[in-house]
């Protein structure tokens, strides 16, 4: 379509298109922008909301990332970002993300010898010993990956796509390790709240497929009468207000009064559960009077937060799967079938092919989702992600952080990283996940 | 041939079957409990057993009904004034170029990634600055502000779309921007803008963070936070509690009840195709 181009001298003229725009505007400055930038400001703070403010410079970064902490997230990041600068195919954002990170990368080449200098000059074994341990694998790390990149950009053949899958691997390993890092120096409670994430994650993959299933299933009936039916019932489920979905469910998982406890009793899996516990797994938490905490017992929340919500019933993802497979002709069936393929054929050569788009979208939206998510965890579990913080995520860390113990610097800090491994994930998404018209 | 054929549709009716039985299975629940008082509850949650507590439902709205009006309230003046402003917004970003225009656009679609925890300490100060606090205005403009994004991220895919040649006509007519909104693109986006509003509903009724932190007087609470207070309380009566549940559901049913068409044919038409 023709666009109206507006130069810069003429915006004066304009104006009503800016005042089109400006409810719109100061409204994302104010309420969107303006507490995020104070928050990114906050992160380097000791803060409690109300009296004490006092800058503090890296302290909070330190605390989260542990001895690690100057360098090794800006090598990471500079790393992630210059991979992400290259994946992405916009000129400005690659240019953008490129500098950021080469910028990041000289930034903790200097940070790492100011470290190893001081390390040398306090003469103290221990922070030596840990700056030289954490320095190797890095710059070994740091020399694969050019090496890779210098294979994927100028290497022929076999070797150019040796290099291209390298560079992909060597981050993720780096990424790992560098978690590990966390782990033995850093704030170790986040750690495990990643490691929540990476379950639900693998969880919510499992969770996407029955979705699909259904979609195609609607998509294949003959009639069209089922299929609006069908459409319109997957709908109303929708009605159910979320967290009346939450509160029913934590009802469901109530140890005394709870369906789920009732209805394996009633079955008689519960003399299953109770025998699988004395003689395999030894958790002590079946036990005859069958009355199993699901929220309250450390070691049944994991499993209970994934088989929240039936793990077999996603109802919007099927709508929006459906309205991808209303775009496949019936003439693409018909030469399906001249050619004689069999449904599970046409299943996997036609409509998983056609509702890719949709389903990496909804790859992407879940991921992200997930790891923001935090709201779920608090109504079921409170603050603390319930007993030993197994259901802590780290949107809820940084809700305990700040509305249960005032840190509300540190909480700011957490929330920074977090925008950042969003952010990423978002680049990588732009690059493989662009919606086909 | 004919018989596989039959078998086919049948297993796909039973899959299909299946995954709506578990997802009605909670609506299910709340309904059956909301009629039984807790002797009967204890007994038997899962079937209906008379005799029929209907004053339940009485006793429910008791406890949700002063949150309902409150709800109501912001979800709908948040709806309308984030699909206008929105609708503006969309329509300047898809039919000019002015400079800026590449970095705006992504400074709006940033705020999709922000986490959103990491902003409610210092809005809540700004709020406090502002005299927002505590009001159900203040919570009107949140719902406002954090819905713009993504209308406008569709809504912008949308007016892309529609012909040029309308809007040029238009334009030789002499008509003003807010002419051609009104005259070329509302009519046009009806099952688009009627399933964002709906989704913007949603989202504003299921929303208990902003009112739980925002708001501090009762009678000013949003549903959400109403609901949690009753399953917080020590004594549960299980069937008015289900009442309320169940009570709470009812705007959304009507709503849905109306807009239904509009809604599945918006979703199916890729309003939130991305």
Same mark, same amino acid.
């Given at each position: 379509?023709?666009?109206? $181009?507006?130069?810069?001298?003429?915006?004066? $003229?304009?104006?009503?298109?800016?005042?089109?725009?400006?409810?719109?505007?100061?409204?994302?400055?104010?309420?969107?922008?303006?507490?995020?930038?104070?928050?990114?400001?906050?992160?380097? #703070?000791?803060? &409690?909301?109300?009296?004490?403010?006092?800058?503090?410079?890296?302290?909070?970064f330190? *605390?989260?990332?542990?001895?690690?902490?100057?360098?090794?997230?800006?090598?990471?990041?500079?790393?992630?970002?210059?991979?992400?600068?290259?994946?992405?195919?916009?000129?400005?954002v690659?240019?953008?993300?490129?500098?950021?990170?080469?910028?990041?990368?000289?930034?903790?080449?200097?940070?790492?010898?100011?470290?190893?200098?001081?390390?040398?000059?306090?003469?103290?074994?221990?922070?030596?010993?840990?700056?030289?341990?954490?320095?190797?694998?890095?710059?070994?790390?740091?020399?694969?990956?050019?090496?890779?990149?210098l294979?994927?950009?100028?290497?022929?053949g076999?070797?150019?796509?040796?290099?291209?899958?390298?560079?992909?691997i060597i981050?993720?390993?780096?990424?790992?390790?560098?978690?590990?890092?966390i782990?033995?120096?850093?704030?170790?409670?986040?750690? $495990?709240?990643?490691?929540?994430?990476?379950?639900?994650?693998?969880?919510?993959?499992?969770?996407?497929?029955?979705?699909?299933?259904?979609?195609?299933?609607?998509?294949?009936?003959?009639?069209?009468?089922?299929?609006?039916?069908?459409?319109?019932?997957?709908?109303?489920?929708?009605?159910?207000?979320?967290?009346?979905?939450?509160?029913?469910?934590?009802?469901? #998982?109530?140890?005394?009064?709870?369906?789920?406890?009732?209805?394996?009793?009633?079955?008689?899996?519960?003399?299953?559960?109770?025998?699988?516990?004395?003689?395999?797994?030894?958790? !002590?938490?079946?036990?005859?009077?069958? $009355?199993?905490?699901?929220?309250?017992?450390?070691?049944?929340?994991?499993?209970?937060?994934?088989?929240?919500?039936?793990?077999?019933?996603?109802?919007?993802?099927?709508l929006?799967?459906?309205?991808?497979?209303?775009?496949?002709?019936? &003439?693409v069936?018909?030469?399906?079938?001249? &050619?004689?393929?069999?449904?599970?054929?046409k299943?996997?050569?036609?409509?998983?092919?056609l509702?890719?788009?949709?389903?990496?979208?909804?790859?992407?939206?879940?991921?992200?989702?997930?790891?923001?998510?935090?709201?779920?965890?608090?109504i079921?579990? !409170?603050?603390?992600?319930?007993?030993?913080?197994?259901?802590?995520?780290?949107?809820?860390?940084?809700?305990?952080?700040?509305?249960?113990?005032?840190?509300?610097?540190?909480?700011?800090?957490? !929330?920074?990283?977090?925008?950042?491994?969003?952010?990423? *994930?978002?680049?990588?998404?732009?690059? #493989?996940?662009?919606?086909?018209? | 041939m004919?018989?596989?054929?039959?078998?086919?549709?049948?297993?796909?009716?039973?899959? +299909?079957?299946?995954?709506?039985?578990?997802?009605f299975?909670?609506l299910?629940v709340?309904?059956?409990?909301?009629?039984?008082?807790?002797?009967?509850?204890?007994?038997?949650?899962?079937?209906?057993?008379?005799?029929?507590? @209907?004053?339940?439902?009485?006793?429910?709205?008791?406890?949700?009904?002063?949150?309902?009006?409150?709800?109501?309230?912001?979800?709908?003046?948040?709806?309308?004034?984030?699909?206008?402003?929105?609708?503006?917004?969309?329509?300047?970003?898809?039919?000019?170029?002015?400079?800026?225009?590449?970095?705006?656009w992504?400074?709006?679609?940033?705020?999709?990634?922000?986490?959103?925890?990491?902003?409610?300490?210092?809005?809540? /100060?700004?709020?406090? =600055?502002?005299?927002l606090?505590?009001?159900? @205005?203040?919570?009107?403009?949140?719902?406002?502000?954090?819905g713009?994004?993504?209308?406008?991220?569709?809504?912008?895919?949308? +007016?892309?779309?529609?012909?040029? %040649?309308?809007?040029?006509a238009?334009?030789? %007519?002499?008509?003003?921007?807010?002419?051609?909104?009104?005259?070329?693109?509302?009519?046009?986006?009806?099952?688009?803008?009627?399933?964002?509003?709906? /989704?913007?509903?949603?989202?504003?009724?299921? =929303?208990?963070?902003?009112?739980?932190?925002?708001?501090? %007087?009762?009678?000013?609470?949003?549903?959400?936070?109403?609901?949690?207070?009753? %399953?917080?309380?020590?004594?549960?009566? @299980?069937?008015?509690?289900?009442?309320?549940?169940?009570?709470?559901?009812?705007?959304?049913?009507?709503?849905?009840?109306?807009?239904?068409?509009?809604?599945?044919?918006?979703?199916?038409?890729?309003?939130?195709?991305?």
């Amino acid at each position: 379509m023709k666009i109206e $181009k507006i130069k810069f001298r003429n915006l004066a $003229k304009n104006w009503i298109i800016f005042l089109m725009m400006a409810p719109t505007l100061i409204g994302v400055a104010i309420f969107s922008y303006g507490p995020a930038i104070e928050a990114i400001r906050h992160s380097f #703070y000791n803060w &409690d909301g109300q009296f004490t403010e006092e800058y503090i410079g890296f302290t909070n970064f330190k *605390l989260l990332f542990g001895n690690l902490s100057l360098w090794s997230p800006l090598l990471l990041g500079g790393l992630l970002t210059f991979i992400a600068g290259i994946l992405s195919e916009r000129k400005l954002v690659n240019r953008i993300l490129k500098s950021l990170g080469i910028g990041a990368f000289i930034w903790a080449a200097i940070a790492m010898a100011l470290d190893a200098g001081y390390a040398i000059s306090d003469a103290e074994e221990e922070s030596m010993r840990i700056t030289i341990s954490a320095f190797k694998p890095i710059l070994v790390m740091l020399a694969l990956f050019i090496t890779s990149l210098l294979l994927k950009f100028k290497g022929k053949g076999k070797w150019a796509s040796v290099g291209n899958g390298f560079c992909y691997i060597i981050p993720f390993i780096a990424g790992l390790y560098y978690l590990t890092g966390i782990r033995k120096t850093g704030d170790w409670l986040l750690w $495990k709240s990643f490691n929540l994430i990476f379950i639900l994650i693998a969880a919510n993959l499992l969770k996407m497929w029955p979705a699909i299933f259904a979609a195609v299933c609607i998509h294949r009936l003959k009639s069209e009468r089922w299929q609006y039916l069908y459409r319109v019932l997957f709908v109303i489920p929708m009605i159910i207000p979320q967290m009346v979905g939450l509160l029913v469910w934590k009802f469901f #998982y109530d140890p005394n009064v709870g369906i789920l406890n009732k209805f394996l009793i009633m079955t008689g899996l519960d003399n299953a559960l109770i025998w699988l516990d004395k003689w395999v797994l030894h958790l !002590g938490v079946f036990t005859d009077p069958f $009355k199993p905490a699901w929220l309250g017992h450390p070691d049944l929340i994991i499993p209970s937060l994934l088989f929240w919500g039936f793990p077999w019933v996603g109802v919007v993802g099927v709508l929006i799967y459906l309205s991808g497979l209303q775009n496949i002709g019936q &003439d693409v069936y018909e030469a399906a079938e001249l &050619d004689g393929i069999n449904s599970w054929g046409k299943f996997t050569k036609i409509e998983l092919p056609l509702i890719m788009t949709q389903v990496r979208l909804n790859l992407v939206l879940m991921i992200i989702g997930t790891l923001q998510a935090y709201g779920f965890q608090l109504i079921l579990l !409170g603050p603390e992600g319930g007993p030993q913080n197994k259901g802590l995520t780290p949107g809820l860390y940084m809700f305990y952080e700040s509305f249960q113990n005032q840190n509300y610097g540190y909480a700011c800090a957490i !929330g920074l990283m977090l925008f950042f491994i969003i952010l990423f *994930l978002t680049v990588i998404n732009q690059r #493989y996940v662009r919606v086909e018209k | 041939m004919q018989k596989t054929k039959l078998t086919h549709e049948i297993s796909k009716h039973g899959l +299909i079957l299946f995954i709506l039985f578990f997802a009605f299975l909670p609506l299910y629940v709340m309904l059956v409990i909301s009629l039984k008082d807790n002797i009967q509850f204890v007994r038997s949650p899962m079937l209906p057993s008379a005799p029929y507590h @209907w004053e339940n439902w009485i006793k429910g709205w008791d406890l949700v009904g002063k949150y309902i009006a409150n709800s109501i309230l912001v979800a709908a003046v948040s709806v309308i004034a984030t699909l206008i402003t929105a609708l503006l917004s969309a329509y300047v970003f898809a039919r000019y170029r002015f400079p800026g225009h590449t970095i705006l656009w992504y400074l709006l679609l940033a705020l999709l990634f922000m986490p959103g925890v990491m902003n409610i300490v210092p809005l809540f /100060l700004i709020m406090k =600055n502002m005299n927002l606090l505590n009001s159900l @205005w203040g919570l009107t403009i949140l719902y406002t502000v954090g819905g713009q994004v993504f209308c406008i991220f569709v809504l912008r895919n949308f +007016i892309e779309e529609i012909p040029a %040649d309308l809007f040029e006509a238009a334009m030789v %007519d002499g008509a003003t921007p807010l002419q051609q909104i009104k005259n070329i693109v509302v009519p046009m986006s009806g099952s688009i803008l009627a399933t964002l509003a709906i /989704l913007r509903f949603l989202g504003a009724w299921n =929303n208990f963070i902003q009112p739980m932190i925002f708001i501090s %007087d009762e009678y000013k609470q949003l549903i959400p936070v109403g609901l949690m207070r009753l %399953d917080g309380e020590y004594v549960k009566q @299980w069937g008015e509690m289900m009442a309320g549940y169940s009570i709470a559901a009812i705007p959304l049913v009507i709503i849905f009840l109306f807009t239904m068409r509009l809604f599945v044919k918006g979703l199916t038409a890729g309003a939130v195709k991305g």
